[in-house]
């Protein structure tokens, strides 16, 4: 397992309000090496063709590795911020929701690199993210 402690549904949608709060993205998983989060394509996260908006696919991506590098440091001595993300979007949605899916490329002592694979309810593959997390000290 790659978390430093225990995880909770209630510990992952517990974060102060941000911008994912706002997009209605909710963390809905984890198993030893992976975390899972859902987000509606909905007025909040189309753009105005009525297709979800890249941007938000990006805003769920970050907000996964973001919250995995949390669960691996140690949030006393270290923080972990965003240094690079990159998103291909590979098919349109419309409505429902889509779910990410994070998981590990790298845990470095200075650096982390996500894969987030974020898919439609049909679970086919729409956008295919990487980021990397710098960590960096309190």
Known sequence: ???????TAE??????????????????????NSLTA????????????????????V???????????LLIIDTEKHRAVGLEVNANHLRSVKSGYV??????????????VWDIKISNEAGRVVCVSRLTVAVIPA
Do not use: Y
């Open 99 to 112: 779910t990410g899916v994070c998981t590990p490329l790298h845990i470095g002592g200075k650096t982390h």
């Open 59 to 69: 805003v769920l991506a970050e907000t996964l590795g973001s919250v995995a590098s």
């Open 11 to 32: 510990r992952l949608n517990s974060f102060p309000p941000n911008i994912g709060t706002f997009l209605g993205i909710e963390f809905t998983g984890w198993t030893e």
């Open 1 to 7: 397992m790659i978390w430093r402690e225990e995880i």
């Open 38 to 57: 859902r987000m509606p394509v909905d007025e909040r996260t189309r753009q105005p063709f009525g297709i979800l908006h890249g941007g938000a696919s």
